[in-house]
């Protein structure tokens, strides 16, 4: 608990102190990069200090142009490890309650972050559909297709929302595997372990060659390239016993 207190009390005043000034800069320029870099950073420090060790690998796969990042989620400790190792700036579709945090919800507005209320299902695809359109002006985007942590680390079924927006957009899909941060740090647990967490990036998927009715077919892909991405106590229980075959996994991922 006293990594955790640790983190709450200095990012809250690292927050206080820069993000106020910050916001001000972004609401006269238009420029999110300052803001939105400052609280990367600035949390990736904090990360660091209570002895998480993030390790990347595959950024060389990462396509040059706009793309729809897409990631598993098991724990609160992963989603700063992934957006740290992503190294652009992208926007994230977030549950709508985070927006409500005095100066964070500003910051995500401003870095356009786009909140989504997943009770209502109308409210939940007028959020993809706007931010489908950013995806189209040149925003790349992470999303996690499970809609949720993890309740044991393991992948579950994925929700079609992610490639959707790949498939009208017309951009490729990063899979993004993440292993180690339910370690770290459990669903609904306020603990915090030291330890290391693998970000790693996969081959890209061109989600342009998929049309909407084959968005099926594109998710289960997804799902197989990221399930065979991670380690077997993380795999989806249908695969966990299964060794992967580099051969199949070839295939799977050669575009």
């Known amino acids: 608990m006293l990594r955790t207190l640790f983190i709450a009390v200095f990012l809250s005043l690292y927050i206080l102190i820069v993000g106020p000034p910050l916001l001000v800069y972004t609401v006269i320029t238009k420029d999110p990069d300052p803001i939105y870099w400052a609280g990367v950073k600035g949390v990736m420090f904090f990360v660091r200090a209570v002895g998480v060790k993030v390790r990347v690998r595959g950024t060389e796969r990462i396509p040059p142009g706009v793309c729809l990042f897409a990631a598993n989620h098991t724990s609160s400790a992963d989603a700063p490890a992934v957006v740290g190792a992503i190294p652009r700036r992208i926007a994230v579709l977030l549950k709508q309650s985070l927006f409500k945090w005095p100066i964070v919800g500003q910051a995500f507005r401003s870095a356009h972050f786009i909140p989504v ?22 925003q790349s985007f992470l999303i996690y297709p499970e809609g949720t942590r993890s309740p044991d680390g393991r992948l579950q079924r994925f929700k079609k929302g992610a490639v959707v927006m790949a498939i ?31 970000v790693e990036f996969l081959e890209p998927i061109d989600a342009s060659k998929y049309s909407l009715e084959e968005r099926e077919t594109l998710n289960e892909r997804i799902r197989a390239v990221l399930a065979a991405g991670l380690p077997p106590e993380q795999r989806p229980i249908e695969t966990a016993d299964a060794a992967p075959d580099s051969s199949a996994s070839d295939e799977q991922t050669a575009d």
């Open 168 to 198: 009208k957009a017309g951009v490729p899909i990063v899979p993004i595997a993440c292993s180690g941060a339910q370690k770290i740090m459990g669903k609904r647990s306020m603990v915090i372990r030291p330890g290391e967490i693998l």
């Open 117 to 138: 209320n997943r009770s209502a299902h109308e409210s939940a695809v007028a959020s993809v559909e706007k931010a489908t359109e950013a995806l189209r002006a040149g």
